[in-house]
T-cell receptor, first 111, second 114 residues
Framework: DTAVSQTPKYLVTQMGNDKSIKCEQN?????MYWYKQDSKKFLKIMFSYNNKELIINETVPNRFSPKSPDKAHLNLHINSLELGDSAVYFCASRRTNSPLHFGNGTRLTVT | AQSVSQHNHHVILSEAASLELGCNYS??????LFWYVQYPGQHLQLLLKYFSGDPLVKGIKGFEAEFIKSKFSFNLRKPSVQWSDTAEYFCAVNARRNDYKLSFGAGTTVTVRA
């Protein structure tokens, strides 16, 4: 029944590693997002895909790369992880001009 | 720069006290306004939203918010809080002239003491 699901829920890894966070939505929404919630609790949009096409690409390091194999999935791949990447990452989806539905978040800790 | 500002970073209050969280935005033109809540250990949930019509919006759990266009504000209120209202509250705005990209405020941590 989960509408927007992210995996894993927690991710602890060392600097320099490459990791991926997966997101799937079963709501039939056409737009999906990745947000980063940093230590100050501020939510910043990172990427947005509409029907598998990138429509928002905020200023984030190019170590972050989104991949959307289909409308229901938007994965986030991070290369060469750094300490400053530690944060909670939220996936979200919506129909155009309707409220966002968020996933439960993935807490990434880089040591 | 276009932005969403939440006035308080951390609010501490006792049960039964009244709560008001400020939110101001800088977008002109048509806007949609939202309040999201994140309870400890849980994901973000929509508390209430304003698209058009009555500027006083009723949400879940006894919350309401008032859209005052002239003040570019969308303040959240609850007359009497409970311990279970302890959470992070985020104001969010999307604007037609910004292609409806959702922008969040920095969030307000609300701690309700029993």
């Amino acid at each position: 029944d989960t509408a927007v699901s992210q995996t894993p829920k927690y991710l602890v890894t060392q600097m320099g590693n490459d990791k991926s966070i997966k997101c799937e939505q079963n709501l039939g929404h056409d737009t999906m997002y990745w947000y980063k919630q940093d230590s100050k609790k501020f939510l910043k949009i990172m990427f947005s895909y509409n029907n598998k096409e990138l429509i928002i690409n905020e200023t984030v390091p190019n170590r972050f790369s989104p991949k959307s194999p289909d409308k229901a999935h938007l994965n986030l791949h991070i290369n060469s992880l750094e300490l400053g990447d530690s944060a909670v990452y939220f996936c979200a989806s919506r129909r155009t001009n309707s409220p966002l539905h968020f996933g439960n978040g993935t807490r990434l800790t880089v040591t | 720069a276009q932005s969403v500002s939440q006035h308080n970073h951390h609010v501490i209050l006792s049960e039964a006290a009244s709560l008001e969280l400020g939110c101001n935005y800088s977008y002109g033109g048509t806007v949609n306004l939202f309040w999201y809540v994140q309870y400890p250990g849980q994901h973000l949930q929509l508390l209430l939203k304003y698209f058009s019509g009555d500027p006083l919006v009723k949400g879940i759990k006894g919350f309401e918010a008032e859209f005052i266009k002239s003040k570019f504000s969308f303040n959240l209120r609850k007359p009497s809080v409970q311990w279970s209202d302890t959470a992070e509250y985020f104001c969010a705005v999307n604007a037609r002239r910004n292609d409806y990209k959702l922008s969040f405020g920095a969030g307000t941590t609300v701690t309700v003491r029993a």
